[in-house]
């Protein structure tokens, strides 16, 4: 499977409001604190590579503060090197685990270490069958998803451009593209301070 995600910074409020306008679907808000692992074996930094083990709750409707009754789940994700050029395409692998606490056990005991800690508050919407997230990310700015998972390479370029007109429809420039990871971005953030 292939991601095809296209990043850019935006302001979340203008963005929800073309979201409701366009006719989206609001689907969820979630917290997530993902923590990224380097490899005893390789440099994840210099392969393009990570291995996260991402924790979520879900928000209140009002994307607040975290819902009292909300259970926390946890994913494990590998995500391969960059593909192309014009977005942040890569093969990634995610599945759920019972219990993230021991995964992050397991994966100390074969020698992966924690990286870095990326926090962020995320509302998800469905638009034009694209899954678009607003994402308040810690230590960073405002940031919009757009992205569709594809079986095959050879989808991966229309996928794209339908992305990029689905952006313009909402008022984004797919041209502003960030196609560091938000642990990229933090990590030069904390070293340029």
């Known amino acids: 499977m292939y991601e095809v995600e296209i990043k850019v910074p935006a302001g979340l409020d203008a963005t929800r409001e073309r979201l409701r306008e366009a006719g989206a679907e609001r689907v969820d808000s979630r917290l997530q604190r993902d923590t990224y692992y380097d490899a005893p074996h390789r440099e994840f930094a210099e392969t393009d590579e990570a291995l996260r083990i991402r924790r979520e709750t879900p928000l209140a409707e009002d994307g607040g503060s975290a819902a009292e009754d909300g259970e926390s789940t946890a994913t494990v994700t590998y995500k391969g ?29 074969l020698g992966f270490e924690p990286a870095a800690t990326v ?41 794209r451009e339908a992305a990029v007109e689905a952006l313009g429809r909402l008022g984004l420039d797919a041209d502003d593209q960030v196609r560091t990871s938000y642990l990229g971005l933090l990590l030069a953030a904390e070293g340029g301070s």
Not at 125 to 150: M, P, Q
């Open 81 to 109: 090197p960059l593909l192309e050029e014009a977005s942040k395409t890569r093969a990634e692998h995610e599945t759920g685990v019972d219990d993230g606490e021991a995964l992050a056990a397991a994966l100390s005991g």
């Open 119 to 159: 926090e962020k508050r995320r509302e998800f919407w469905s638009y034009d069958g694209f899954t678009v997230t607003l994402d308040a990310v810690t230590g960073l700015d405002e940031y919009v998803e757009i992205e569709r998972a594809v079986e095959t390479e050879g989808e991966v370029d229309a996928a």
